[in-house]
C-alpha cells in the first residue's frame, strides 16, 4: 500500500507498460533521467501543432500566444521551487547552468559586467569549495574557472557512511572562500545534505552559494529561497519534462549584478558595431532561440507533480528507499554506498556486488527487466573515494511500487549465485 494512488498514476506514463525481453519493466533509473507522463507528451504536442511561434518577438498572433505559454510555463516552474519567475533561467539542463554561473564569474573576474559585477571578481588566493560527492557537471566547471582565474579549488570530504563532513567543511570554509558549490541530494548518495548548515558557513565567509538541486527537485517539497542558496540548478528530464531544458534560480540581486556567460539575439537592449547593452535577468542569460515547446512540456510536469503532491510523492518514495535499503542489507555480499543512520533520503541506492562487476550486475538485471545504472555515474572522485571504479545504482520516482522493488531484490538475491561468486 502507498499513499499514492499508483495505478492512477502508472497509467499516466506510456512506458510503464512496456515489456523488456519478456519480463515486465521495472524502471529503477529514473535518477538517470525519468519517464514522462502523457500530460508532459501532450503538452508538446499541443504547442507544436497549434501555437508554435517564436516567443518574443514578432506581431503576430501565434507569437503573442507562445510567448504568453512560455511566460506562464517560467512561472509555474519557478513557483513549483518558490521562487518568482524573473529568478528563473532557462537552461538546457543542470550541467549548463552550472556553466553558465561559472563562466559568468569568470567574466565578472576579467571586468566584464556592470560595476556590481566586481562582488564576483576572483582575486590570487581566493578559493571555490566544492564537495567530493559532486557529480561531474558541479565539478568540472569550478576547475576550469580555477584554472582560469588563479583560484584554488578545495573540496569538503564525504565520512565513510556517506554524510558530508560538516566538521571538515567548518574549516575548508574560510573567509577566502567565494563559492560554496554542493549537491542537495547526490545522484549516487541519495542522502538529503544539510543545506542549512552549508549557507550559514559560506555566509559567515561572504561566499556564493550554488545548489545542485537535480536528484532533489523531482522528490522533495522545494522552496529555494527559504534554503538560502544564492544560486541553484536542476534539469528537467530528471523530474518528468522534457529533454534539453533545465532551470537556474538566482535570488535576484544575486542575477542582476552577474555577467552573462552566452551573448547574441534575444537578450541585449541596444547594440552597434562596438558595443551592446544587455536586458535584464532572466533574459540576460537566455541568449538564442528558447526551448519553448520544452520549457512548457516542464510546466506540465510541474503541474502533473504539485497534483500528485510533493509531500506525498516524498513519503511514498521514502517507503520505496526503505524497502529497497532493507532488503539490500540482507543480502550478502551486498555493499550499499552511503548508508547513514537516520538521514533523510530520497529513493535511490547505490551498492556493490562483492565479486561482480558492477556491469555484469545490470546485465543481469536487464535481463530479468529491471533497469538500473552500472557506472561512476559521472561521480570518479566519490567512487575513488570508497575504493571503487563502478556501482550499481537502483533509483525510484512516484510511479514505482512496493512489488517493483521486490522483483528488484529477488534479481539482486540471485546475482552473487548466477556469477559463482563467494559461494
Ligand atoms: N547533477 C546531478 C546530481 C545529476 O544527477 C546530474 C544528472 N545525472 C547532473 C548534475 C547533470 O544534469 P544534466 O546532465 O541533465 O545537465
Known amino acids: 500500500t502507498s499513499v499514492l494512488d499508483l495505478a492512477a498514476i502508472r497509467a499516466d506514463f506510456p512506458l510503464l507498460g512496456e515489456r523488456v525481453g519478456g519480463a515486465p519493466l521495472v524502471y529503477l533509473d529514473s535518477a538517470a533521467t525519468s519517464q514522462k507522463p502523457r500530460a508532459v507528451i501532450d ?12 516567443v518574443h518577438r514578432g506581431a503576430h498572433t501565434l507569437a503573442a500566444e507562445a510567448t504568453e505559454l512560455f511566460e506562464d510555463a517560467r512561472e509555474a516552474v519557478a513557483g513549483f521551487v518558490g521562487a518568482r519567475a524573473e529568478e528563473l533561467v532557462w537552461t538546457s539542463g543542470a550541467t549548463a547552468g552550472l556553466n553558465l554561473v561559472a563562466y559568468a564569474i569568470g567574466n565578472a573576474t576579467i571586468g566584464r559586467g556592470a560595476p ?6 576572483l582575486h590570487p588566493g581566493d578559493e571555490l569549495v566544492v564537495t567530493e560527492s559532486e557529480h561531474h557537471a558541479n565539478l568540472i566547471p569550478w576547475q576550469e574557472l580555477a584554472a582560469r582565474t588563479g583560484a584554488v579549488l578545495r573540496h569538503i570530504p564525504v565520512r565513510d557512511d556517506g554524510t558530508i563532513d560538516t566538521d571538515a567543511a567548518a574549516s575548508v570554509i574560510t ?3 567565494r563559492v560554496v558549490a554542493f549537491p542537495h541530494v547526490s545522484n549516487v548518495l ?37 534554503l538560502g542558496v544564492d544560486l541553484a540548478v536542476f534539469s528537467g528530464h530528471k523530474m518528468l519534462g522534457p529533454y534539453a531544458v533545465g532551470g537556474l534560480y538566482g535570488r535576484s540581486d544575486v542575477l542582476e549584478a552577474l555577467p552573462p556567460f552566452l551573448t547574441g539575439g534575444s537578450m541585449i537592449t541596444t547594440v552597434t558595431l562596438d558595443e551592446a547593452s544587455y536586458l535584464p535577468p532572466p533574459q540576460r542569460f537566455e541568449a538564442g532561440t528558447q526551448p519553448v515547446s520544452q520549457a512548457i512540456g516542464l510546466a506540465a510536469a510541474v503541474r502533473y507533480l504539485d497534483g500528485v503532491g510533493m509531500d506525498a510523492v516524498h513519503a511514498h518514495e521514502r517507503a520505496l528507499e526503505a524497502r529497497m535499503g532493507e532488503g539490500l542489507r540482507s543480502i550478502p555480499g551486498i555493499r550499499l554506498l552511503g548508508d547513514a543512520v537516520g538521514t533523510e533520503r530520497v529513493g535511490l541506492w547505490a551498492f556493490e556486488v562483492e565479486g561482480v562487476h558492477a556491469h555484469d550486475v545490470g546485465q543481469f538485471l536487464d535481463s530479468r527487466g529491471v533497469a538500473v545504472r552500472v557506472g561512476h555515474h559521472c561521480a570518479q572522485p566519490l567512487h575513488r573515494r570508497f575504493g571503487l571504479t563502478a556501482s ?21 538475491s540471485g546475482v552473487r549465485g548466477f556469477f559463482g561468486a563467494g559461494s
Do not use: K, M, W
Request: glycine share 2%.
Open 175 to 177: 573567509n577566502r572562500t
Open 392 to 412: 550499481v545504482r537502483a533509483s525510484a520516482a512516484l510511479y514505482n511500487t512496493p512489488d517493483e522493488v521486490d522483483v528488484f531484490l529477488e534479481a539482486v
Open 116 to 121: 556590481a559585477s566586481r562582488r564576483f571578481a
Open 43 to 54: 503538452a508538446e504536442v499541443s504547442f507544436l501543432t497549434r501555437a508554435n511561434a517564436a
Open 190 to 226: 541519495g542522502i538529503v545534505n544539510p543545506v542549512a548548515e552549508l549557507v550559514a558557513l559560506a555566509r559567515e565567509a561572504d561566499a556564493l552559494t550554488v545548489l545542485d538541486a537535480c536528484q532533489s527537485a523531482p522528490h522533495l517539497p522545494l522552496d529555494l529561497p527559504a
